[in-house]
């Protein structure tokens, strides 16, 4: 399995995020099935979940909050499909 790292996030409506990995894909990884995990819980927050930025490996929310980069990519759609 190659390793692909988000080099910009953008938080989109709904709990999505539109992304830019490294391979120079766009994917849209939708948040919202993980926020009724306590980890994710202060997401539900827009204003927190608007916090979003990249960081040297993945993305991450104030507070220390991140997901994988291998589940950003792998659980994602490629824009346009």
Known sequence: MISHSP??????????????FDNKEERIFDVKPYL????????KSK????????????????GNIDICPDELYYNSVLVGQ
């Not at 080099?7 to 830019?20: H, I, M, N, Q, T």
């Open 7 to 20: 080099v910009y996030v953008e938080p989109l409506d709904d709990y999505k995020l539109l992304l830019r």
């Open 36 to 43: 009724e995990d306590k980890y994710f819980s202060s997401l």
């Open 47 to 62: 204003a927190i979940f608007k916090t979003v930025k990249t960081n040297q490996l993945t993305i991450e929310w104030i």
